[in-house]
């Protein structure tokens, strides 16, 4: 999809309403480090930092939906506890989020807990029930949903297995979806594919569609027969199966095999990716895109989810500036503005991640540099090296320089593994940018002493620390550039 195109979609289905039905949860993540093993027995010991919690499961799903810019009804059921009422009160901050949620007494709430430390899940905590609901309240939910479903452009349900989803709510949604036209999409743990009935799309992934089938789904050959079988075992329109890397294929009921393949992406947390792109699939189709269409922004969608912490949620925002990426060099998209730079430091630290700053002109690369750059990301996870302008390098060092132009320095920055941003600016020092990105880790050589260090007192102020990385003596760009001169001299 090119860009005209998305900044037309994203337009669209603003204020498109979605019905989001199925098994609400809260997805709880504690955050720690892991220093040492426990004296006790051979586990980690978890250092509590912060804890999180978010609606997960078909929560997620209208999370997703409301994050798009659309309006989200949500159907489900809570338990009277705690974590239900922490779900009903992250349901009343959402801005398009409506409720439509059955409690049920003496029930719990399903709640998924993750431990991580060092962007890794250590450990997950499930606390549930599983099975069907009480008479009263199974009936109560079908009520719910005919509540949720009404005017809505697109069903969207989630069946985890936890009870939420009967043969009567599945009635009810697909009764809805007939009477209005809206597509029911289906996103499905279950092995058995005939309980959906007539419903629009089914979206399992990979390994679930290998499941339903007892077929292998490695390869495009693979996958086309499994969903050709698949269709076989129901009376679904079609099945959308999510690859992971190699991407989404799909297959309606009397077409052929589209294969969509999307960016290659850094992952970094799986949680809720599937939901992400139910969620965009639904919007889309809500508002009258094409299945093509569609598709391309579902797959869009997940690929921004995974490179986030936890069941995250994407804004129209994320999408372009992914699909612009998409389309630079790998060290082009490395470079960042000021406010795309604190954007992402923010996004590291909420998953865990230690973010570090160094900076300087970087003008003719050398060894120093790399080895340089090689201890700077040593002491972090994410690495954002800030680079003078052409115009501060001038004022700093003279007007025979820089030899090289700033865009050239950052796109060759931007090359090195250990480099994960490159932020221009066009100050004489990058006290404004460090203060945007907000450091974990100051790196400086160890030319300067720490009381020189630009930055220093602003980092240690909010509990970050300085580093003084030592420097390849014989190698720098003054030094590079006089054995140049002399070279040049002597022809």
């Known amino acids: 999809m090119d860009l005209t195109a998305l900044q037309s979609l994203l337009g669209v289905i603003r204020q498109a309403r979605v019905a989001c039905v199925g098994d609400v949860m809260v997805d709880r993540f504690v955050y720690g480090e892991v220093g040492r093993t426990s004296p006790e027995a051979p586990v980690a010991v978890l250092a509590r930092v912060r804890e999180a919690s978010m609606l997960g499961g078909a929560g997620n799903v209208a999370r997703n939906v409301a994050a798009l810019g659309g309006i989200a009804a949500l159907a489900g059921v809570l338990g009277e506890d705690p974590a ?6 992250m349901l009343e901050s959402e801005g398009r989020m409506e409720g439509h949620l059955v409690s049920v007494p003496g029930r719990p709430t399903t709640v998924k807990t993750r431990y991580v430390a060092g962007g890794q899940q250590l450990l997950r905590v499930d606390a549930e029930e ?20 009404r ?8 069946d985890y297995g936890k009870g939420a989803v009967s043969d009567a709510v599945i009635a009810a949604c697909l009764e809805a979806a007939r009477l209005s036209g809206a597509p029911l999409i289906v996103d499905s743990k279950a092995r058995g594919l005939h309980r959906y009935g007539n419903a629009a799309l089914l979206k399992p992934n990979a390994a679930e569609l290998a499941h339903v089938t007892d077929m292998p789904t490695d390869t495009d ?13 129901c009376d679904v329109g079609g099945i959308l199966v999510t690859r992971a890397a190699r991407g989404m294929s799909l297959l309606q009921r009397g077409g052929v095999v589209c294969h969509f393949r999307g960016s290659a992406r850094e992952v970094f947390d799986v949680s809720g990716a599937g939901d992400t792109a139910i969620a965009a699939l639904g919007l889309a189709l809500a508002a009258g895109a094409a299945y093509g269409d569609a598709v391309e922004l579902a797959l869009l969608a997940s690929g921004v989810a995974v490179s986030k912490a936890g069941t995250a949620v994407v804004s129209p ?24 730079a604190a954007h992402l430091a923010a996004v590291w630290r909420a998953q865990g991640l230690k973010v570090g700053f160094t900076n300087g002109c970087f003008d003719i690369l050398h060894r120093g540099h790399i080895s340089y750059l090689v201890q700077a990301r040593g002491w972090c996870d994410r690495l954002i090296v800030g680079i003078n302008s052409d115009a501060s390098v001038k004022r700093l060092k003279g007007d025979s320089r820089p030899v090289n132009d700033l865009d050239s320095r950052a796109v060759v920055l931007g090359g090195l593994s250990h480099v994960d941003l490159v932020a221009p600016f066009s100050e004489d020092t990058p006290l404004a940018l460090i203060e945007a990105v907000r450091p974990d880790v100051l790196i400086k050589g160890a030319d300067y002493i720490e009381a020189t260090v630009v930055g220093a007192k602003e980092v240690r102020s909010w509990g970050g620390v300085v580093q003084l990385a030592p420097l390849v003596e014989g190698y720098s760009t003054s030094a590079a550039i006089e054995r140049m001169v002399k070279l040049d001299a002597n022809r």
């Open 130 to 149: 599983i099975g069907a609901l009480p008479s009263a309240s199974a009936d109560k939910m079908v009520n719910a949903v005919r509540h949720a479903v």
């Open 221 to 233: 050959a693979q996958v086309e027969a499994a969903l050709a079988h698949a269709l076989t075992l």
């Open 317 to 340: 925002e994320e999408l372009i500036e992914a699909e612009v990426a998409a389309r630079l060099a790998p060290a082009e998209a490395k470079i960042a503005s000021f406010e795309r």
């Open 84 to 89: 239900g009422s922490d779900a009903l009160r």
């Open 151 to 158: 005017d809505a452009g697109a069903i969207l349900l989630s």
